[in-house]
């Protein structure tokens, strides 16, 4: 397993400053955070170096400012969010470099917190420019980074740090890579992996990295429409990228080469408009889907089985709904395979990790979210790595 340094290599920090890259791009609805989790997950690690006497200063971007001052994007619109996560007063810091930060360092006291400016108002951040690295780290001692959401971004802030001041992982991130390295890295088998979502296109190398990865692989969701396609199979007025056939048999013929069993639906739920409980509503063999019907889930008898084929697995990866699970009954699918999983997990024969928003969504919705391995929140960074790529703000916490 790739190495990295984590609080645990760090002893007394009384005096000492840690720059900490975390995720403060939250949601906001009226001028107020409407969900705190980021905040949450990274409040551990600010707390522990804090508590370590560590003059700690928060580092973080806030929406999309393109290199400009943007008020209603400063980062000091979570500050009040924070406050309460944390339970301590924050200082808030206009700036992130030069005289203003290194005046506040000086009133800060050993296990005070500071949150510096959004680091994308500066054009070199998102650049990775090394000047802008230089001056933020000059009023620093230590980097640690606790963002795994901005890890595929190789930032000044995320990845240019790292290399200039010693760098540690976060228990945030540390508690991610190792949720990753059980999951892909060096995994139990055998391997299952649940890839829903609408369309193929969006996760074409997640799903031609995974057929060389895992041992099953299932696949839901609009995507499946166009697998079912690609096999000759009518699916109706259904979402589908009939222009992918192709593409869809070639990921096909790979997982044949590779072992790997890929999982379509062969009983689907569908009707004639997409609503809540429709009229039209039935179930039915995918080879009975009417030129006017659209499948809109994965039907019982498949889920059945599927459920099946996780009880033989020892690992699960989950990214992506099986149906459109925000409209009842098309939720059935996911709320019934999302609950199979939680339970093989609670019996502690399946390991089971999943990431992105809508996956996020679903397995609340279904109520296990508490019951999965671990639950990524990372968007971007999770696919990322789900399509085998390296993620900078992580290669550079390497030590081996």
């Known amino acids: 397993m790739t190495k990295f340094r984590t609080l645990d290599d760090l002893g007394d920090l009384t005096g000492k400053v ?101 680091t994308r108002f500066w054009k070199g ?54 949720a990753l390295e059980a999951a892909l890295g060096q995994p139990v088998r055998p391997v299952a992996a649940v890839v829903g979502g609408a369309k193929v296109s969006s996760k074409l190398d997640v799903l031609t990295h995974l057929v060389t990865q895992v041992d099953h692989l299932i696949i839901g969701g609009g995507m499946a429409n166009t697998f079912l396609a690609a096999r000759g199979v009518n699916v109706g007025k259904s979402l589908c990228e009939h222009d992918l056939a192709a593409t869809a048999e070639g990921i096909l013929e790979a997982a044949d080469k590779s072992g790997c069993t890929v999982h379509l639906p062969y009983d689907v739920v569908v009707a ?13 063999n995918v080879h009975e889907v009417a030129e006017d019907e659209m499948i809109l889930d994965v039907g019982p008898q498949a889920v059945e089985a599927l459920a099946d084929v996780l009880k033989t697995c020892r690992t699960l990866v989950w990214n992506g709904p099986l149906g459109a699970f925000e409209t009842q009954p098309f939720d059935a699918a996911t709320v019934a395979l999302a609950r199979s999983a939680a339970a093989l997990t609670k019996e502690g024969v399946l390991t089971s990790v999943a990431g992105g928003g809508d996956t996020v969504a679903a397995l609340n919705h279904a109520g296990v979210a508490d019951d999965f391995t671990y639950i990524s929140t990372a968007g971007g960074a999770f696919l990322e ?16």
């Open 18 to 118: 840690a720059l900490v890259r975390v995720d403060l791009n939250l949601p906001m609805q009226d001028g107020a955070v409407t969900d705190d989790t980021r905040v949450r997950a990274s409040a551990p690690t600010i707390l522990e170096l804090a508590a370590k006497g560590a003059k700690v200063l928060l580092l973080a971007h806030f929406g999309r400012p393109k290199g400009e001052r943007v008020s209603t994007m400063s980062v000091s619109m979570t500050l009040d969010a924070v406050q309460a996560v944390l339970g301590k007063e924050v200082m808030f810091v206009p700036e992130v470099a030069g005289p203003v930060v290194e005046q506040a360092v000086g009133i800060l006291r050993p296990g005070d917190i500071a949150m510096l400016e959004n």
């Open 125 to 178: 951040e998102e650049k990775n420019d090394p000047e802008l690295a230089k001056a933020i780290a000059a009023n620093g001692d230590i980097y640690v980074n606790d963002a795994f959401s901005a890890a595929h971004r190789a930032h000044a802030s995320t990845e240019g740090l790292a290399h200039l001041l010693p760098a540690y992982a976060g228990r945030s991130m540390e508690a991610e890579l190792k």
């Open 272 to 284: 004639k408009e997409f609503a809540a409980n429709p009229a039209s509503l039935r179930t039915c």
């Open 385 to 400: 790595w789900m399509e085998g790529k390296q993620l900078p703000g992580v290669v550079a916490l390497q030590t081996v």
